[in-house]
């Protein structure tokens, strides 16, 4: 490992792209070299994101490899399919020598089938080369799809001395040695060792005497969201992975974790939000239209439904009870934003395993706080529209509708996230325009059957 | 450190929390002291997180020091309080003498000043006591209120074997070396190696010639957010905290960065459902209607404007026109949608540093994302109204609303969270009910002006 740099104010300035964008232009290679080398290779990701394609591929080329590789894994997901379109397999496979075999497989995996065998053979280390493709073998979101192979492996049989001797071969490798494996002679993990333990135990001690036994592992096929929440749960750095004979495989370490956990977090946000499929800021107009316009439409139909609705009551509710259909935008508000609020609380809730108890028990005390928070709020539209419109009946009629409207929206936003999550379906679909849509429907229905009833029409 | 336990199929199960509640009821101390120890205290938490209070103190009582700090710190926050009151000033002492520095510090701090003096004063370890005195001085939003004291040390004009023995000394108190910080004669930092380096090395090599100069660090008064970002961007697993004379005064680890990310990305997405405060599902119903009511009261003030702006349109849209008014559910909830979608890729994108470029550029960007998905969408509803109402003036006058009213959503959406952040202001409170409530308002208003125009009244 290279020296790092002091970073935290690195701030990526319209100066700073100028500079590099004219140091390419002029071809100033050295001078180029020796700005951008004074960079973490996570900020020179963020000057390329901001360079036009020609750019960022004339970056990467000038660049050692063992930097360029880092660069590339940091680079805006987009721009580095664009970036290794125009690379050959030759260069790619050099970026991909220097990276460890898990982000040697993502690299991989980004590109076309035909390519992808291209690259693979132009690997020159034959270790490197089978541990990559045996890791393109795993689903993406599995354990085994963020798992490496780098990894300090002992037998339980070596002594403290033999294995330190040992470690300093395999730890070059190896860019930042969490645990030492301990496996018995048919490679089946048996435990743990912390260098801590190495370095605090007596030399001529044995393995198997210093061995943390029963560590925590998780199978290659465990999907790879549960892993984050057990590593998560029991903070740990690292966990070793294993095949169902309890065969050393892998290992992966927080810092995948970090990722999954926050595309989790951004995808279950965005769901809320309603916009499908994973989109940034910065993508095209066309993405974020496909991202947003399935939402859009759900939306769409929702309010033709209620157009419906309200056609189909235009003869109950003539002369005064006409006022009615002015509160129906009030009504349709609150039956969303009641749901949005009940449906988020049990998503984040499943998220973070927090939702116990039984689904009545749930939905008993939804409907105890949307009673409560629904009689705060009618009290104050009643007496608003009692003195305003000088009608009590008509003022009842809207509260006590709102009431209803806020208790089955509560119910409703509770209900389908628990059901969705019973059936295996990611909760958190039902948050967002999916539930406003429908409780847009439902509450302007409730409210004028109730109004209609209180009204006696 | 103990053993640690094979965990990963660890689940709650109803029966489990019986069996611990009648070994509690019937006294059998040992059998449940023998339960309890076949599990993780992560796991042990959980189960008490479903015991009524006086169970759980038992437990805690039951339980040795080593474990129930650990356990402590992993219970629901409201527990924990609980149980911390039934705890004398002497028992908690005990249990923060087992805590590193930094989890110490978070449980003292959540005490009252008063309890906070007298936990202090019973822990028996002065440097123990110093060290928790010193970090409870920090914000807890601060790196010092991340950091812990538990660090290795080493001076830069050491040798390797010298090293490795002081090492063996200070490893005993740090539960996970990430990394051994090295220092000059003024306590000063100047970088950093890691124990793979020490290992690799040759006994009588000078630390001087193998440390790692410019080590990212961050400054003990920074915003604990901000450091988040750093150690995620530079995929980092440990950064050393120093004060404005560069003095090493703690560190920060992965793990503790992982809870900022998780709470962060949770208040974030409870902003954007309507919610203030941090809640969880299990809290009690008048803490989850006290985070969820103001932005209820806001969607119920918004209702009542759309309301009376109906009321101020009634005289002009009669006769056939009078079908606008069945509209406007359909166009605020595609207001809502719209300023929802546009907003909350926004404010992900400004906690990601994904939104690069001028205000000017976003927002012309939104308008022709809103332009496209307006259009495509208006052009459904056009022929919707035109078939079903034959009336080709009304579908003209619903359909152009429509557009006009996703362009105005978007360009809100956007302008509102850059204008916050601009001025220091969370965006993610531009989220969720307020931009629904405020587009709501403005699109009606905005369909019913254009439909005057279109119809001519």
Redesign the interface.
Known sequence: ?S??????QFE?TKELVEQVEHLIETNEDKELRKLLNEF?Y?DIAEILD?LNLEEAVYVIKLLDSETTSDILMELDEDNREKVLKNLSAKEIAEEVEELDTDDAADIISELSEERQEAVISQIEDEEHKAEITELLAYDEDTAGGLMAKELVKVYETWTVAGC?RR??GQ??E?T??HSIYVVDKEEKLIGRL???DL??AKSEQKISDLV???????NVY?DAE?VAK?M????L?AIPVVDDNQTLLGRIT??D??DV??EE??K???L????TQD????DS?LE??RA??P???L??I???G??LI??GF?ESFTGDAF?I??????????A???G??S????V??LA?D???GSVNS?LI?EM??AT??GI??AV??FF?VWIYESKIDLALAISVSLVAV?IVAGLIGTFVPLFLDKRGIDPAIA???FI??SN?ILG?LLYFWISKMILGI
Chains 1, 2 share one sequence.
């Open positions: 490992m020296e790092e740099k002091e970073n935290i990526l973490h996570a901001e330190m470690i300093r730890a070059k190896v930042r040695v912390s260098l801590k370095i605090v943390k036994v029963n560590v925590d592992s998780v465990d549960d057990v998560a749960k029991y903070d750095e927080i810092d974790i970090v956990l926050k977090a951004d279950d946000y965005q809320a939000a309603g916009i989109v940034e800021a910065d107009i974020l239209t947003r316009i939402w859009l439409f939306g769409l929702g309010g033709v209620a157009f309200m056609g235009e006022k259909f002015f509160f129906t935008p009030l009504i349709a508000a609150m969303g934003n009641v949005v609020q449906s988020a609380i049990i984040q809730g973070n927090d939702v116990k749930r005390k105890l706080l409560l928070n705060i709020l104050f539209l608003f806020i948050t967002g325009p406003t849509t847009d302007i």
